[in-house]
């Protein structure tokens, strides 16, 4: 398919950029730190002391596998969130590169139709997110696995969780680009719809607090459709924490981000099919 | 229409089902993990409870001390006592766990019979009680006793006053002089069952302000949970049961445990576990935390999720400052069949 | 056949974002192009070259007109797919290699990358050495070859190139002429958009003029750089009474030759026997011919009246 070539492409050109460089070498020293400074000795299954660097960290000793739920409950609210920031900084500037002159036209007069190559970005830039965020909660999990023995995927269900929250958001910073071809107008939708994602979370609770009147019911319809990324984080926050969750609520949770993403694509497509560059 | 416009159509009917899907309201919300309280310091409650009962020696000219002080707490610590422990009888007084509890702390040295006692005085632990109180010298009891049948207890023997508002009463005298139960009242809220007439002068000098203060057992500030007081290691261990690698290790190395046992809902036991040699006792932490890991995977491995659950609260504080603290929730029902032999030791203890 | 491609009444006007016209950039243009020649396009700075192009393939989306391309419309990928592109400016990927960059084009035209066919694509541009080198540290000449090599990956049937030789030094110009014959000669259509009049002249076989939007002048080279009425005529070398030549019309030309204006064969005929009286030795009779700049510079001189 071509916009899996696209895709590819995407890829091998993120592979050379530093951005991403810079991201898996650091995610890689990280975990490489993690696997040689950090000693854990489990007795019967409970987490008996902890030694990083050889100093002792002081903790109640309970079972290993309960006291690693806050080590993933933080580490994938970090993926979630830090993922987030770093994707609208560091992909900010796909688009605009798709849409650069001498790129777009030469691509245009190839046998490719125009939405494959929104969504062949698109699928590239998801595909980066998820294989950033699933590293790096796959590392954790082995090395975390290697040294107390509990394995558990679903930080890594959580971690893509949190990819498919960024991919929402991306949906957004392309959808712009195609109007304004513009890397920092696309960050800054990215970041925008962040901020909106948020207080889409809290959104019954700002709409209590606001007076009636036109910038209340804007409020209120903007936020109905913005994915509240709160609720996602929470989400995966337990996913990968082993807490209790309505998997009714997170499939529609879920189903409304894709369905949230696809509109700005679908938007995307209309607006690119009639450019002319 | 121009093609290109489905797409616009097309991210219409999306945007109206993203907005639908995320705000339908999630019908049935997840089981949220149980929430367990450990007994870690006096509730509201426990303190307003601490407060009443608080009083002062009755003036007298020859008590030296006048400070005010709890008379149960007071009574436990009297002869220097090492181990004591008390129990909310009317906190308890609607749990199944009450009267297991009561049965447990008496199904020891024959103290059964001092239950029994209270019975005869027409005293219903559960109903007439406050707190019992049990000691290395005896029971302490207090509550209302002012329409108790104290001929049903004492029959025809006579007690000899004592103190301000003690009087002391040898049940059951033997032949040769010595007696199976003496019964000590203390004005009508306080009753010492014990087997040595010392013990009881020792019990009511240390009630109303006489001579050296004891070593406090417990300060009143220590007085929450359902059960709390102070217990040797073997004494513990033979209470939990078992003779597991934890609780020889907890023989070995414990010189004092304090315990608070929270029984509202689940029983949330906290025992903060005071030794002399701290690589004992850092060991010891970690053979509690293994063995309550263990139990926990064994309780899920066996289908039983809820104790599992409740286990992950387990948790065992490192030694610091020569003590290390820990911490378990059992559901009450699990609790309750593991107390359920102390039925009849206490059966056998009357015998 | 259908022709390679044919376009009726062009039209395409650049509007502000408040809807305002900008600039016209074709005003009604109609051409058609056979298979198998090589046309050429020229015309000033901003006469709509770059634009012709861009409707032509679909890159821009005319406002009147009908565009066929091979057959089809530009916006159908199969007709794109028969189609070889090498636009003005054309970026390419400073950190991939070549080859990475021709496989990737092969996967977006559907074809399978196989290597030995790059390295051949590569052998072909002069770029055979530099299959593993990143292309960033290229030169302009080097690049305008891998764009090219791009253009030609999968044999197309209609190469449309942007300024093909821009950069590239004498003897790769020279290069690349061979390599366009050899398409040519395969059967391929050229259609060359190029500021290079001669590299144009030495291309193409038919061109048309573009200004201001309009197609003002199209033909065969041959056509539009001939003169009427006028005739080169070269003398054995020797004395030449240049005077007595001139008497009789004749006017020196580059390359020791002479032209001479005769509207018939015996007017001709008349001075050339007048020549031959004054001693002149005729070697060499042909038509008088123009360049690609006079023709060009006529053109737009004739449209702007």
């Not at chain 1, 002159?101 to 046998?111: M, Q, T």
Request: charged share 20%.
């Amino acid at each position: 398919m071509i916009s899996l070539a696209v895709a590819r492409d995407l890829l091998l050109e993120a592979a050379a950029r530093r951005w991403f460089l810079a991201l898996g070498l650091a995610l890689t020293g990280l975990l490489l730190l993690l696997l040689i400074s950090l000693r854990l000795e489990v007795v019967d299954g409970a987490l008996a002391a902890t030694r990083l660097f050889g100093q002792p960290l002081h903790h109640s000793i309970q079972a290993a596998d309960v006291a690693l739920r806050p080590v993933f409950l933080v580490a994938s609210q970090l993926v979630f969130w830090g993922g987030l920031c770093f994707g609208v900084l560091s992909c900010a500037d796909f688009g605009p590169a798709l849409l650069s002159p001498g790129r777009i036209e030469h691509l245009l007069s190839l046998p490719v139709r125009r939405w494959e190559l929104l969504a062949g970005t698109f699928l590239g830039v998801l595909a980066l997110a998820l294989a950033g965020a699933v590293y790096a909660s796959a590392g954790l999990v082995l090395v975390l696995g290697a040294k107390t023995g509990v394995w558990t995927g679903w930080p890594v269900v959580s971690a893509v969780l949190a990819a498919l929250a960024f991919g929402s958001v991306y949906a957004g910073m392309l959808a712009v680009t195609v109007w304004v071809r513009s890397a920092a107008l696309s960050a800054a939708a990215g970041a925008s719809l962040v901020v909106l994602g948020l207080l889409a979370t809290h959104r019954a609770a700002l709409l209590d607090v606001m007076g009636p009147g036109v910038g209340r019911t804007f409020f209120a319809g903007l936020t109905s459709v913005v994915p509240p990324l709160g609720k996602l984080a929470d989400a995966a926050g337990a996913l990968a924490s082993s807490a209790p969750f309505a998997p009714g609520g997170l499939v529609r949770l879920l189903a409304g981000t894709l369905a949230f993403a696809a509109a700005l694509l679908a938007v995307a497509v209309w607006r690119f099919e009639r450019r002319d560059f | 229409m121009e093609r290109r416009w489905l797409w616009l159509l097309a991210a219409g009917l999306l945007v109206i089902a993203a907005a639908w899907l995320v705000r339908i309201p999630e019908p049935h919300a997840p089981v949220p993990r149980p929430e367990v309280e450990m007994p870690r310091q006096l509730r509201p409650a426990e303190r307003q409870r601490m407060l009443s009962r608080l009083t002062r020696p009755p003036a007298d000219a020859g008590a030296p001390r006048t400070e005010v002080r709890d008379p149960m707490l007071a009574a436990l610590s009297a002869g220097g006592a090492g181990s004591g422990l008390v129990l909310e009888v009317n906190a308890l007084r609607n749990s199944p766990l009450g009267e297991l509890l009561l049965n447990c702390l008496a199904a020891r040295d024959g103290r059964g019979n001092a239950l029994e006692a209270l019975q005869r005085m027409g005293i219903d632990p559960l109903r007439d009680v406050d707190r019992v109180g049990i000691t290395e010298h005896g029971i302490v009891v207090s509550g209302d006793f002012r329409r108790a049948n104290w001929e049903g207890l004492l029959g025809t023997a006579t007690g000899a006053p004592y103190g301000e508002r003690g009087q002391i009463t040898a049940v059951d005298p033997r032949t040769d002089g010595g007696s199976t139960l003496v019964a000590t009242r203390w004005g009508d809220s306080l009753l010492h069952l014990g087997d040595s007439e010392e013990d009881a002068r020792r019990v009511l000098d240390a009630v109303e302000g006489r001579g050296a203060a004891p070593r406090p057992l417990l300060s009143p500030e220590q007085s929450y949970g359902e059960l709390y007081g102070v217990v040797s290691g073997p004494d513990l261990a033979r209470t939990l049961g078992g003779n597991e690698a934890w609780a020889t290790a907890l023989v070995e190395t414990a010189s004092r445990v304090e315990v608070h046992l929270d029984a509202r809902r689940d029983v949330a036991l906290v025992a903060d576990v005071s030794g002399e040699d701290a690589r004992k006792l850092e060991d010891l932490g970690k053979t509690l935390g293994g063995a309550l890991a263990l139990s926990r995977a064994q309780a899920r491995a066996g289908g039983d999720d809820e104790t599992a659950e409740l286990l992950s609260f387990a948790r065992v504080s490192p030694a610091q400052g020569g003590a290390l603290s820990l911490e378990v929730a059992l559901p009450l029902e699990v609790v309750a069949r593991r107390l359920a032999f102390c039925r009849g030791d206490a059966d056998a203890g009357r015998r | 056949m259908p022709a390679a491609f044919a376009v009726t009444s062009l039209h395409k006007r650049f509007r502000t974002r408040l809807g305002r016209t900008e600039s016209v950039a074709l005003d009604g243009v109609d051409l058609e192009v056979p298979r198998g020649e090589a046309f050429g396009l020229i015309g000033p700075n901003g006469a709509g070259k770059t634009t012709f192009i861009k409707c032509l393939l679909g890159i821009a989306h005319p406002d009147r007109g009908a565009v066929e391309l091979l057959g089809g419309r530009p916006e159908d990928p199969r007709s794109r797919a028969r189609v070889g592109y090498l636009p003005e400016r054309l970026t390419l990927p400073g950190a991939w290699t070549p080859r990475a960059f021709l496989a990737s084009v092969a996967r977006l035209k559907a074809l399978r990358p196989e290597r030995p066919g790059l390295d051949a694509l590569l052998r072909r541009v002069g770029l055979a050495d530099a299959g593993e080198r990143r292309i960033r540290g290229f030169s302009k000449g080097m690049r305008q070859r891998l764009g090219l090599a791009a253009a030609l990956v999968g044999t197309p049937d209609l190469l449309v190139l942007d300024e093909p030789t821009d950069g590239v030094d004498p003897l790769g110009r020279v290069e690349i002429r061979q390599l366009l014959a050899a398409e040519l000669a395969r059967g391929a259509t050229l259609f060359i958009n190029s500021h290079l009049l001669s590299e144009t002249e030495r291309i193409c076989t038919r061109i048309g003029i573009l200004s201001r939007g309009r197609l003002v002048r199209s033909g065969s080279l041959e056509v539009l750089t001939r003169v009427q009425q006028r005739w080169r005529v070269r003398f054995a070398p020797g004395p030449v009474a240049a005077e007595a030549l001139v008497a009789l019309g004749f006017e020196p030309a580059e390359g020791g030759a002479w032209e001479i204006a005769a509207p018939d064969a015996p007017a001709l005929n008349r001075a050339l026997d007048g020549a031959r009286t004054t001693g002149a030795l005729l070697v060499e009779l042909d038509r008088a011919s123009r360049d690609l700049e006079d023709v060009l510079t006529e053109a737009l001189a004739a449209g702007a009246a």
